[in-house]
């Protein structure tokens, strides 16, 4: 099992991106896909997530959108007004522990490489 996270760059603040986490190896249908990040000298924290329905931290509602493409066994994060409080190394992951809306990365059995979204000021 594989997820492959692509789409992060550099962007000024208030730009846009939008990542994509493709899964190889198995299909995650009916299981949680989401987005965790961690920027330099933090913890990693949740940022968004879908399982029937998109779920998001408070730090992000408004501004990133998350949707699956099941066909495709594709998830993405459209970013959008992004601050520079969000750079960070975003990491995708699927799992399918705890409950349909759990923000916890315990709960979450596969992970990306990872991928470097840097917003400057």
């Known amino acids: 099992v594989q997820l492959q996270a692509s789409g992060g760059g550099l962007v000024q603040a208030g730009g846009s991106l939008r990542l994509s986490c493709a899964a190889s190896?198995?299909?995650?249908?009916?299981?949680?896909m989401g987005w965790f990040r961690q920027a330099p000298g933090k913890e990693r924290e949740f940022v968004a997530a879908i399982k029937w329905s998109g779920f998001y931290a408070d730090s992000v509602k408004g501004r990133f959108t998350i949707a699956r493409d099941n066909a495709k066994n594709t998830v993405y994060l459209q970013m959008n007004s992004l601050k520079p409080e969000d750079t960070a190394v975003y990491y995708c992951a699927a799992g399918y522990r705890g409950s349909s809306y759990s923000t916890r990365a315990r709960d979450y059995d596969y992970w990306g490489q990872g991928t470097q979204v840097t917003v400057s000021s």
């Open positions: 190896g198995r299909t995650f249908d009916y299981e949680r």
